[in-house]
């Protein structure tokens, strides 16, 4: 609360969480919010809060101090350009921090490795107490054996390599540098290490509640992500007092100021926040509403608005992104719904009248419909069911070794189902009508299949060919049967579905190893169709 | 006392029989299981129509070694029958001729027994040596057996006591029972038919005859009906509400290219939903990125920098390899921009609801196949307050009176909106996720009016309208639970 200036009960405290893009989630001693992956200065309880006082219009809009000295030096070798090649760095000096406000700090840090810095890999910060450290610093890369520091929170000096071997943040981390011969380091100029990105800081510059001057680096391999996280810590840190200090940071052929505060700006026109949110809004309202959400705003003629951009609002790309900051201050809630006057013919898609007849069909035939996943695995689709080895398409990383590859037919899948059935009461008669995803020459091609699967004590070849028949004798088609072969079917007992001269499914007596296979007892015969290559008897229903 | 149409039909073939009949008999006669005849007897039985009569009786079977003898003859008829033919005596080893190995001795020990053999040792080895023609009295019993005629009897008993030894014979206890109609009881039953037959209709003997009443209060057998899956049941419901507001099904593929699922969507190359954990990648196929070049060139400037939309971009190097790779589509709204692309002229009102995958893991409310509705409705004039509108009468059809709405950020749209609806027990449930297509996504795709994007987790919705509590429940594999799902 003393961030924000004033005292607030929780549900005043929701209502205005919710106009900044916050979600409460709790509250009891502590609240805790959801926040949108777009908005990382809300990431923190003094983002936060800065988004609530300009909203309730405490205090001035977004300024800092500026520290009154030159800017630290931070020299780049040029041996970490192939490792970890870029860095921006801050100072805050005079900034009063309690447990809270580090708490709040080092939360920060982790939300923003999490998200913009790829779990460290594209962004890492570092936070130190800038007393420790007497500049100007430099960044460089050494072998593992020549970097000797206490890494935070051990007693004991360790080398490079240790680090990454025996620290838990090392063996975290540590595969983001283990395979280069040199290791990115901060050294001070009297040679002390401040850090070893992205795995570590030193246990000697330790930041703590009586800390009053912090350094902050970020490294990283491309500028965007890292400048994000600089300027996030850094606005973040200002709201607990203190004014900034630049650092210069010196590349072989190039000097960078950091932290990049440009002075940028968006333009809103009128109308188009008129066309967008459908309000009628004046220009003055625009004005008072972006001001509500931290901007200051200068009017261009009687139609055009221009906002500065405060450092920490990341997420402005274009004049819609102020538009959606004018209807969250004018209030989602105060927006009238209004039903679009679009007309338009509602029209299903292509097959779903064929999918419809199939289905009402099988119902008919008394068949209880299933839906099982696409994802599948080859254990099931090849192994049980004896189908060939083929290629299937496969995920590269499973979350779990039941589904690996989308399935290319239903079959095993309805077996797999009634596997899972053998203690309900048969005779069992189930279809699924559902996609599945063949490749043909390389590329994955999707289709609709029909399966159907029965199975009780004396079931056998008729009973299914009487269900083929039946079926389309119901489409209109002229099915004919051939003979085939398959190793999921018993030999001779297995015929290909011919419709209107087409080849397209098969149906048969289950092989008994397969129905072994999936733990089967009772006889079971089954068809599979693609239905696909049928979608146009649509037309033949509509004649 | 009324009785149930099977409880009648029973009665009926009773009398057919005679007035008393054993359960097999019974269950021949009505077409039915043994095991159905014992509950109806017994309801019958407790009406005081019948008397049931219990008893064990045993029964005999033949053992694999006894089905041989059957056939072949009793190992002793078949070695007299040798002899006879041989003159009356055998070289012992030339038994095998006629006997198996285990069938030697007991055949030596009767012949001892009832003095018809004797074995006499002789130069050139053991012989056996026919004493006097004795009958054998087995191989009748055998072919009784086998035919299923056999009654015991009291006489035979020691020679089935020998069988039963000699493993040739085994014996089972059957439980039988007998059913008398209970006299009386019968006398309304000859005016009173059961079942009403064709031949009673044609002949006209139905005008005659009185149709007993039945118990109808009784329950009848379950039927197996065939039904169609509730959750499929309840995606079609969706999509009649949709067609009723003038909306086009659209479908694409599951197998998409980063292009259409991220790229046009305006998702940086480097954002963290398009790390390898975070969408399905796959291997062992290649997608055709199925763009003109010129869509591809304006995607790849405007994630640069921006393009001619007016946006400052996200400033990084575009990489097409990254954009052809192929995964499974992580959201609906793919689908909704390769619509867009083949419909560039207004009005246009879309939807597409079919399954996506995202690396998540497996529980109660998380599962990494899962359906997903995106819809479109593109316009000139169209503005967020025709979001709020459509979202409120969506949800409305849905049933859901209560709607509200908050800001909310999707990398495509802005401003970006998600919507909660209220249920009367559950409270309010967030399950609608909107917003206006930025221009980085309409402007490569030469869309030059607004279009408003809507999406629903529609697994949430079905899981609350079919009353399950874990997601996987919605792709049940339980038979049983799918043939006694009820009204929903």
Same mark, same amino acid.
């Not at chain 1, 100029?189 to 510059?205: A, H, Q, W």
């Not at chain 2, 074995?119 to 053991?126: C, S, T, V």
């Not at chain 2, 609906?332 to 597409?352: C, E, G, I, Q, W």
């Given at each position: 609360?003393?961030?924000?200036?004033?005292?607030? !009960?929780?549900?005043?405290? *929701?209502?205005?969480?919710?106009?900044?893009?916050?979600?409460?989630?709790?509250?009891?001693?502590?609240?805790?919010?959801?926040?949108?992956?777009?908005?990382?200065?809300?990431?923190?309880?003094?983002?936060?809060?800065?988004?609530?006082?300009?909203?309730?219009?405490?205090?001035?809009?977004?300024?800092?101090?500026?520290?009154p000295?030159?800017?630290?030096d931070?020299?780049v070798?040029?041996s970490?350009?192939?490792?970890?090649?870029?860095?921006v760095?801050?100072a805050?000096?005079?900034?009063?921090l309690?447990?809270?406000?580090?708490?709040?700090?080092m939360?920060?840090?982790?939300?923003?490795?999490?998200? $913009?810095?790829?779990?460290?890999?594209?962004?890492?910060?570092?936070?130190?107490?800038?007393?420790k %450290?007497l500049?100007?610093i430099?960044?460089e890369?050494?072998?593992?054996?020549?970097?000797?520091?206490?890494?935070l929170?051990?007693?004991?000096?360790l080398?490079?390599?240790? %680090?990454?071997?025996?620290t838990p943040?090392?063996?975290?981390?540590?595969?983001?540098?283990?395979?280069?011969?040199n290791?990115?380091?901060?050294?001070? !100029?009297?040679?002390?290490?401040?850090?070893?990105?992205?795995? %570590?800081?030193?246990?000697?510059?330790k930041?703590?509640?009586?800390?009053?001057?912090?350094?902050?680096?970020?490294?990283?391999?491309?500028?965007?992500?890292?400048?994000?996280?600089?300027?996030?810590?850094?606005?973040?840190?200002?709201e607990r007092?203190?004014?900034?200090?630049?650092v210069?940071?010196?590349?072989?052929?190039?000097?960078?100021?950091?932290?990049?505060?440009?002075?940028?700006?968006?333009?809103?026109?009128?109308?188009?926040a008129?066309?967008?949110?459908g309000?009628?809004?004046?220009?003055?309202?625009?004005?008072?509403?972006?001001?509500?959400?931290?901007?200051?705003?200068?009017?261009?003629?009687?139609?055009?608005v221009?906002?500065?951009?405060?450092? $920490?609002?990341?997420?402005?790309?274009h004049?819609?992104d102020?538009?959606?900051?004018?209807?969250?201050?004018?209030?989602?809630?105060?927006?009238q719904?209004?039903?679009?006057?679009?007309?338009?013919?509602?029209?299903?898609?292509?097959?779903?009248?064929l999918?419809?007849?199939?289905?009402?069909?099988?119902?008919?035939?008394?068949?209880?419909?299933?839906?099982?996943?696409?994802?599948?695995?080859?254990?099931?689709?090849?192994?049980?069911?004896?189908?060939?080895?083929?290629?299937?398409?496969e995920?590269?990383?499973p979350?779990?070794?039941e589904?690996?590859?989308?399935?290319?037919?239903?079959?095993?899948?309805?077996l797999?189902?009634?596997s899972a059935? %053998?203690?309900?009461?048969?005779?069992?008669?189930?279809?699924?009508?559902?996609?599945?995803?063949?490749?043909?020459?390389?590329?994955?091609?999707?289709?609709?299949?029909?399966?159907?699967?029965?199975?009780?004590?004396r079931?056998?070849?008729?009973?299914?060919?009487?269900?083929?028949?039946s079926?389309?004798?119901?489409?209109?088609?002229?099915?004919e049967?051939?003979?085939?072969?398959?190793?999921?079917?018993?030999?001779?007992?297995?015929a290909?579905?011919?419709?209107?001269g087409? *080849?397209?499914?098969?149906?048969?007596?289950v092989?008994?190893?397969?129905?072994?296979?999936?733990?089967?007892?009772?006889?079971?015969?089954?068809m599979?169709?693609?239905?696909?290559?049928?979608?146009?008897?649509?037309?033949?229903?509509?004649? | 006392?009324?009785?149930?149409?099977?409880e009648?039909?029973?009665l009926?073939?009773?009398i057919?029989?005679?007035?008393?009949?054993?359960?097999?008999?019974?269950?021949?006669?009505?077409?039915?299981?043994?095991?159905?005849?014992? =509950?109806?007897s017994?309801?019958?039985?407790?009406?005081?129509?019948?008397?049931?009569? @219990?008893?064990i009786?045993?029964?005999?079977?033949?053992?694999?070694? +006894?089905?041989?003898c059957a056939?072949? +003859?009793?190992?002793?008829?078949?070695?007299?029958?040798?002899?006879?033919?041989?003159?009356g005596?055998?070289?012992?080893?030339?038994?095998?001729?006629?006997l198996?190995?285990?069938?030697?001795?007991?055949?030596?020990?009767?012949?001892?027994r009832?003095?018809?053999?004797?074995?006499?040792?002789?130069?050139? +080895?053991?012989?056996?040596?026919?004493?006097?023609?004795?009958?054998i009295?087995?191989?009748?019993?055998?072919?009784?057996i086998?035919?299923?005629?056999?009654?015991?009897?009291?006489? @035979?008993?020691?020679l089935?006591?020998?069988?039963?030894?000699?493993?040739l014979?085994?014996?089972k206890?059957h439980?039988?029972?007998?059913?008398?109609?209970?006299?009386?009881?019968d006398?309304d039953?000859?005016?009173a038919?059961?079942?009403?037959?064709?031949?009673?209709?044609?002949?006209?003997?139905?005008?005659?005859?009185?149709?007993?009443?039945?118990?109808?209060?009784?329950?009848?057998?379950?039927?197996?009906?065939?039904?169609?899956?509730?959750?499929?049941?309840?995606?079609e419901?969706?999509?009649?509400?949709?067609?009723?507001?003038g909306?086009?099904?659209?479908?694409?593929?599951?197998?998409e290219?980063?292009?259409w699922?991220?790229?046009?969507?305006?998702?940086?190359?480097?954002?963290?939903?398009?790390?390898?954990?975070?969408?399905?990648?796959?291997?062992?196929?290649s997608?055709?990125?199925d763009?003109?070049?010129?869509?591809?060139?304006?995607?790849?400037?405007?994630? @640069?920098?921006?393009?001619?939309?007016?946006?400052?971009?996200?400033?990084?190097?575009?990489d097409?390899?990254?954009?052809?790779? =192929?995964?499974?589509?992580?959201q609906?709204?793919?689908?909704?921009?390769?619509?867009?692309?083949?419909?560039?002229?207004? =009005?246009?009102?879309?939807?597409?609801?079919?399954?996506?995958?995202?690396?998540?893991?497996?529980?109660?409310?998380?599962?990494?196949?899962?359906?997903?509705?995106?819809?479109?409705?593109?316009?000139?004039?169209?503005?967020?307050?025709?979001?709020?509108?459509?979202?409120?009468?969506?949800s409305?059809q849905?049933?859901?009176?209560?709607?509200?709405?908050?800001?909310?950020?999707?990398?495509?749209?802005e401003?970006?909106i998600?919507?909660?609806?209220?249920? =009367?027990?559950l409270?309010?449930?967030e399950?609608?996720?909107?917003?206006?297509?930025?221009?980085?996504?309409?402007?490569?795709?030469?869309?030059?009016?607004?279009?408003?994007?809507? +999406?629903?987790?529609?697994?949430?919705?079905?899981?609350?309208?079919?009353?399950?509590?874990?997601?996987r429940?919605?792709?049940?594999?339980?038979?049983?639970?799918?043939?006694?799902?009820?009204?929903?």
């Amino acid at each position: 609360m003393s961030l924000i200036g004033k005292d607030l !009960s929780v549900s005043e405290l *929701e209502d205005l969480l919710t106009a900044v893009k916050c979600e409460l989630e709790t509250s009891n001693e502590e609240v805790v919010v959801e926040v949108t992956s777009d908005r990382p200065d809300l990431f923190s309880a003094e983002g936060v809060s800065r988004a609530i006082r300009n909203y309730l219009g405490i205090g001035s809009l977004y300024s800092f101090g500026k520290y009154p000295a030159l800017p630290i030096d931070l020299i780049v070798s040029e041996s970490v350009s192939s490792i970890r090649p870029l860095i921006v760095s801050a100072a805050v000096r005079g900034v009063s921090l309690n447990n809270e406000a580090l708490r709040q700090l080092m939360q920060l840090q982790e939300k923003l490795h999490n998200t $913009y810095g790829s779990n460290r890999r594209k962004a890492s910060i570092g936070v130190y107490d800038l007393d420790k %450290i007497l500049p100007p610093i430099v960044y460089e890369a050494r072998p593992p054996e020549e970097i000797r520091f206490t890494p935070l929170e051990h007693t004991a000096e360790l080398d490079g390599r240790e %680090i990454l071997e025996l620290t838990p943040k090392g063996k975290e981390y540590g595969n983001i540098i283990s395979k280069s011969q040199n290791y990115p380091v901060l050294i001070d !100029s009297r040679g002390k290490v401040l850090s070893m990105p992205p795995i %570590i800081n030193s246990e000697d510059t330790k930041v703590s509640e009586t800390t009053t001057n912090l350094f902050i680096d970020v490294t990283g391999l491309e500028m965007r992500p890292i400048s994000i996280c600089l300027n996030i810590m850094i606005t973040s840190a200002l709201e607990r007092g203190g004014s900034l200090q630049y650092v210069d940071v010196r590349y072989k052929d190039r000097r960078l100021r950091t932290p990049i505060f440009a002075e940028h700006f968006q333009e809103v026109s009128l109308s188009k926040a008129r066309e967008v949110l459908g309000l009628d809004l004046s220009i003055s309202d625009i004005t008072s509403l972006l001001k509500r959400m931290g901007y200051w705003t200068e009017t261009i003629g009687d139609e055009v608005v221009r906002a500065k951009i405060p450092p $920490y609002r990341v997420d402005i790309l274009h004049e819609v992104d102020l538009i959606e900051d004018i209807m969250m201050a004018y209030g989602l809630n105060r927006v009238q719904p209004t039903f679009p006057r679009v007309h338009t013919i509602g029209k299903p898609l292509t097959g779903s009248r064929l999918r419809a007849r199939i289905r009402d069909l099988m119902i008919g035939m008394g068949f209880v419909e299933v839906t099982t996943y696409v994802l599948s695995n080859c254990e099931m689709m090849v192994n049980k069911p004896q189908l060939p080895k083929r290629p299937f398409v496969e995920v590269v990383k499973p979350v779990s070794s039941e589904y690996t590859v989308l399935r290319d037919r239903l079959l095993p899948k309805l077996l797999d189902f009634m596997s899972a059935n %053998i203690h309900v009461e048969y005779p069992q008669k189930i279809f699924e009508y559902g996609s599945v995803v063949v490749i043909e020459n390389g590329t994955p091609k999707m289709s609709n299949h029909l399966g159907v699967v029965a199975s009780g004590d004396r079931v056998g070849f008729e009973e299914i060919q009487a269900v083929a028949f039946s079926l389309f004798k119901n489409l209109s088609g002229n099915v004919e049967l051939t003979k085939a072969s398959s190793t999921l079917f018993i030999d001779g007992r297995i015929a290909s579905i011919c419709v209107n001269g087409t *080849e397209i499914g098969i149906l048969g007596e289950v092989h008994p190893q397969v129905l072994v296979n999936f733990a089967l007892s009772n006889p079971a015969v089954a068809m599979e169709i693609d239905f696909s290559k049928l979608v146009y008897l649509e037309s033949l229903f509509r004649g | 006392m009324s009785l149930s149409q099977s409880e009648a039909e029973f009665l009926d073939a009773l009398i057919e029989l005679g007035g008393r009949a054993d359960s097999s008999a019974i269950a021949r006669k009505m077409g039915i299981p043994e095991s159905s005849v014992f =509950p109806i007897s017994s309801l019958l039985a407790q009406k005081g129509y019948v008397k049931i009569t @219990e008893f064990i009786q045993e029964k005999f079977f033949l053992t694999d070694e +006894g089905k041989y003898c059957a056939s072949k +003859g009793m190992p002793e008829t078949r070695l007299l029958a040798f002899l006879r033919e041989k003159g009356g005596s055998v070289p012992l080893k030339e038994l095998s001729k006629v006997l198996k190995q285990n069938e030697v001795s007991a055949v030596l020990g009767w012949g001892r027994r009832t003095g018809a053999l004797s074995i006499e040792k002789k130069p050139e +080895g053991n012989v056996i040596i026919l004493m006097k023609d004795v009958p054998i009295y087995y191989d009748p019993i055998l072919i009784k057996i086998e035919n299923n005629s056999y009654s015991p009897d009291e006489q @035979e008993k020691p020679l089935l006591r020998d069988l039963l030894l000699r493993g040739l014979v085994t014996k089972k206890d059957h439980k039988e029972i007998v059913i008398e109609l209970v006299p009386g009881t019968d006398h309304d039953r000859k005016v009173a038919v059961g079942i009403l037959t064709s031949e009673h209709i044609k002949s006209g003997k139905w005008r005659e005859i009185t149709l007993r009443p039945y118990d109808v209060s009784a329950s009848p057998p379950e039927l197996k009906i065939g039904k169609k899956h509730p959750y499929l049941e309840f995606l079609e419901e969706v999509k009649a509400i949709l067609f009723s507001m003038g909306f086009e099904e659209t479908e694409g593929q599951f197998v998409e290219t980063e292009f259409w699922n991220f790229d046009v969507l305006f998702q940086a190359q480097d954002h963290p939903a398009r790390a390898v954990h975070d969408s399905f990648q796959v291997k062992n196929v290649s997608v055709d990125i199925d763009a003109s070049p010129k869509l591809i060139e304006s995607v790849r400037s405007v994630h @640069e920098s921006g393009g001619n939309t007016g946006s400052k971009g996200w400033n990084y190097k575009w990489d097409m390899e990254v954009a052809k790779r =192929p995964l499974l589509r992580s959201q609906m709204t793919v689908n909704s921009v390769r619509y867009l692309d083949s419909h560039k002229d207004p =009005p246009v009102k879309a939807f597409s609801l079919s399954k996506v995958f995202r690396p998540d893991v497996i529980d109660s409310r998380h599962m990494i196949e899962f359906c997903q509705l995106d819809g479109i409705i593109g316009d000139r004039g169209i503005n967020v307050r025709h979001l709020l509108g459509i979202l409120q009468e969506f949800s409305k059809q849905l049933g859901f009176k209560r709607i509200k709405f908050r800001a909310s950020y999707y990398p495509f749209t802005e401003p970006s909106i998600d919507a909660y609806v209220e249920h =009367p027990k559950l409270g309010w449930i967030e399950c609608l996720g909107a917003g206006m297509f930025r221009p980085e996504v309409l402007g490569p795709l030469e869309i030059d009016f607004p279009v408003i994007a809507w +999406g629903i987790g529609i697994d949430r919705l079905a899981m609350i309208r079919l009353g399950i509590n874990d997601i996987r429940d919605l792709h049940s594999n339980d038979l049983s639970k799918l043939r006694n799902w009820g009204w929903w």
